[in-house]
């Protein structure tokens, strides 16, 4: 069975690729992220896909970031010697603009001796799995059969790619194009996409607002997030990644290449918190290009990263599934659902660009009037039944998250109207104050002594919710109210288990869930924190730091027992989850410095 923390990533806002310990990138959708995989042997091992460069004895390597980079470095030590794979996907500045071709470098050298290795590029035709046809030439392979030319360049002589193993006595250079092959030289070409794009993470990195402590987590979280971010629309997918099964056996494999309006919110609530602002300018753009194609703002919880929402949901039963665990699922039935907290995480998404001085040249009418309509309609679909944050598959009840989400979305654009638009202030106070009212009516269980999952809940096992941990975030009660201190305690001691926080304990169709959701152990950190308990946040987050891959990547799920990340990776809802921790928990540079 594979494990995800032998994998890395590599990405360029375009597009994103896998690179296992073996040197073989064994995931890489092309041209974009959510595009079929030319490399696929994620989902298939034995005839997925692949692109090797490394070791003839099969022998893995060590794998490390270049520092502040997301250049990743894949190290082997053999007996004939030592050498280093470097990967990256070229993104760096040409007169103030930045270039992100859709180009996969990678550069191998020998370290001391001389070590044999092996070379073994073999896509794949997409979801097909068929072979393209290679058209060999000199320094060049074309492999036929794409929409764009795809084509290998490398200084390697071509006996040799094609998996013969050889010694390794030089620097050598491959080049994996998109598109019409460039006509600069392949050696100055791969150089200086390495030395420019090391340039541009370092620099981007030093502007990076990072907490005293988790200081290495958060900054390899923020180069994470960066790659999940589509530039060309201004989407944000929830993975890079589909079809990795939750838990073993499970069959909850789902595919998170697109962008969930909900987790870009929490996207750029982490990209606030590291003072990067320019992920939320271009969500607006692709949010705007939503709405506007959408009077009445029934929304999908998500789309592609182009905007459109064809996800109808299939099997593709000619892929044996990540270790042999199926099914593959292509697109993504959640796209059918109601999910009524997603007007609330849009209006919290947008709500700093009206209450913050900085962004006073990014407010157009446009975007209010968005604010408003997102703010009524919160209002006019909250307390009736939906799928919630967790895209249950069984019937729909009122949820009371989605509901607390509804009040967010009516209380913050208050808050925007009456310093912009005061003519219907009173009316949006007037509605959050209503909401307010009933969720606390009809989701507050005296007995068990928290706010539980949905409306009249009743039974312990059955409606405790870690969603509502948030509560104490969105300051829907003062956070030294007992009802808010005896939720999340409640919330933490039924739900936790090996100290780690899962989402629910019922079934929900596919029956009760066997690993923690990560996301919800962090959420309780950033809680408790809150709440003045920051040395039990502390200790907390401090349990999260074993299950991050030796290269600092997180998953969706952990199982405690097993130890192992499960679900989509790398995971974006997990990454912004430890980077708001990690600011919540930590003391302020003016406590260390």
């Not at 829907?476 to 936790?496: H, K, T, V, Y």
Request: hydrophobic fraction near 40%; charged fraction near 20%; charge should be negative.
């Amino acid at each position: 069975m594979p494990k995800l923390e032998d994998l890395g990533l590599i990405g360029n806002c375009q597009f994103a690729a896998l690179v296992d310990r073996s040197g073989a990138v064994n995931w890489c959708c092309l041209p974009r992220l959510d595009g079929e995989p030319v490399f696929g042997a994620l989902l298939d091992e034995a005839d997925g896909g692949t692109f090797e460069v490394g070791s003839a004895a099969g022998t893995p390597g060590v794998q490390r970031y270049l520092p502040n980079t997301n250049v990743l470095e894949t190290t082997f030590r053999t007996a004939e010697g030592a050498f280093r794979v470097l990967d990256l996907a070229p993104r760096y500045f040409v007169q103030q603009r930045v270039i992100t071709p859709t180009e996969l470098v990678r550069i191998v050298e020998p370290i001391e001796g001389m070590p044999r290795i092996t070379v073994r590029c073999e896509p794949r035709l997409g979801w097909s799995k068929k072979r393209p046809e290679r058209l060999e030439s000199s320094g060049h392979i074309d492999f036929l059969g794409y929409p764009r030319p795809l084509r290998l360049t490398s200084d390697i002589p071509q006996t040799f790619l094609t998996g013969a193993p050889f010694a390794l006595t030089q620097r050598h250079h491959l080049i994996l194009t998109w598109g019409p092959p460039p006509d600069e030289p392949l050696p100055a070409r791969c150089e200086r996409h390495l030395s420019e794009t090391v340039r541009y993470w370092q620099v981007w990195v030093k502007h990076c607002d990072v907490p005293p402590h988790f200081q290495n987590e958060v900054i390899r979280s923020a180069l994470a997030l960066k790659l999940h971010c589509y530039e060309d629309t201004g989407a944000i997918v929830a993975s890079t990644t589909m079809a990795i099964p939750e838990s073993p056996g499970s069959g909850r494999t789902w595919d998170y290449r697109y962008c969930w309006l909900r987790d870009a919110y929490y996207v750029l609530d982490a990209f606030r918190m590291l003072g990067h602002f320019e992920e939320r300018e271009g969500f607006l753009k692709y949010l705007l290009n939503i709405a506007g194609g959408n009077p009445e703002l029934d929304l999908s919880p998500l789309y592609r990263i182009d905007g459109s929402s064809d996800l109808e949901e299939t099997v593709l039963s000619n892929w044996a599934g990540f270790g042999g665990e199926g099914p593959v699922r292509l697109g993504n039935g959640a796209a059918l659902h109601k999910q009524h907290d997603l007007f609330g995480e849009l209006v919290l998404a947008l709500e700093p660009v009206f209450l913050d001085s900085r962004f006073e040249n990014e407010r157009t009418r446009e975007s209010l009037d968005l604010i408003e309509r997102l703010a009524r309609r919160a209002v006019a679909v909250a307390g009736t039944p939906d799928a919630g944050i967790w895209e249950l598959r069984t019937e729909w009840t009122p949820q009371t998250f989605s509901s607390v989400m509804c009040w967010a979305a009516a209380d913050r654009a208050a808050r925007i109207a009456a310093v912009h638009r005061p003519a219907i202030a009173a009316e949006m106070r007037a509605a959050a104050d209503r909401l307010h009212h009933q969720i606390v009516e009809q989701a507050w269980n005296p007995t068990l002594g928290a706010f539980v999952s949905s409306y009249g809940g009743q039974n312990l096992d059955q409606t405790l919710d870690a969603s509502l941990i948030q509560l104490a975030k969105l300051r829907f009660l003062p956070l030294d109210d007992p009802r808010m201190r005896s939720s999340i305690q409640a919330i933490a001691n039924g739900l936790g288990r090996d100290g780690w926080l899962f989402r629910y304990a019922h079934d929900d169709g596919f029956g009760q869930p066997t690993v923690a959701f990560v996301i919800c152990t962090l959420w309780l950190a950033e809680a408790l924190a809150l709440m003045g308990r920051r040395d039990e946040a502390r200790v907390l987050l401090e349990r999260v730091r074993p299950a991050l891959s030796p290269l600092g990547l997180l998953a969706e799920d952990y199982d405690p027992i097993g130890r192992r990340l499960w679900g989509n990776f790398p995971q974006a809802y997990s990454h912004a989850g430890l980077i708001n921790a990690a600011f919540a928990t930590s003391p302020s540079w003016s406590e260390i410095l």
